[in-house]
């Protein structure tokens, strides 16, 4: 989200709005936060799961015991270097269970490499606590829905890292408790103009989306809204 209001528009951005058609789409990007004595406190949607196992692996430095699963339609057995406990496949979607010391930079090379696979890991260091349920999220189901709205509860961390906090909660300042809502309105797809040249993978694969997005935060009970338009 922070890219999209700084208009930047690559290819991360590309591979995370793919699933979305034309329409609105409400509670999606779920965030909250809450400071607490030393650290902050942070839940979010499956959409940031990928985004927080890449920050918080920034800040390790050596191999870490991580547990969970990476999600993909292709099998990458053969492409993950280290140890997986096993492989399940459902309906063509794939798996990877892991329970073992990860490099970082093993991580990132699959991040890299796959950038629509999803990375529900679990780890910690003396500096966090990140734990991403281990499951494929469900298309289009923020979360269980209580009074005050969807429950925000796929990924959860603990943080004392003030640059995470402000790359997350930009623009938002200085707060105790916040919570932020996204909708995007997807209005138009903006198909690549030499598409009676492309089959019809390459066509979804290229085909970009053009809309707005509307980010509703709300600082200790003080609630703003703004909007970034976005072709990505």
């Not at 943080?159 to 402000?166: A, N, Q």
């Not at 809309?211 to 003080?222: F, I, K, L």
Request: glycine share 8%; net charge positive; hydrophobic share 40%.
């Amino acid at each position: 989200m922070k890219k999209i209001f700084e208009r930047i528009f690559d290819d991360e951005v590309h591979a995370n709005f793919l699933k979305f058609g034309r329409g609105e789409y409400k509670n999606k990007y779920l965030l909250e936060g809450k400071k607490q004595v030393k650290k902050w406190g942070i839940k979010a949607g499956a959409e940031y799961a990928n985004l927080l196992v890449r920050k918080c692996l920034e800040k390790v430095n050596g191999p870490i015991a991580v547990t969970g699963v990476i999600v993909s339609t292709l099998d990458l057995r053969d492409k993950i270097k280290f140890d997986i406990k096993k492989v399940s496949n459902f309906q063509g979607v794939r798996k990877h269970v892991i329970d073992g010391e990860v490099e970082p930079a093993q991580i990132f090379e699959l991040m890299d490499k796959y950038p629509k696979a999803f990375f529900a890991l679990t780890f910690k260091s003396d500096d966090f606590v990140l734990k991403i349920k281990p499951k494929a999220p469900a298309s289009g189901k923020p979360g269980k829905e209580k009074d005050e709205g969807p429950v925000v509860d796929f990924c959860s961390l603990k943080t004392g890292d003030r640059s995470l906090i402000d790359y997350l909660f930009f623009g938002v300042g200085e707060f105790s408790e916040v919570k932020i809502n996204h909708t995007i309105n997807v209005t138009e797809i903006v198909y690549p103009e030499n598409i009676e040249e492309l089959k019809p993978v390459e066509v979804r694969e290229l085909a970009k989306r053009k809309g707005v997005v509307t980010r509703t935060a709300t600082v200790d009970g003080v609630q703003q809204v703004s909007e970034s338009g976005f072709v990505a």
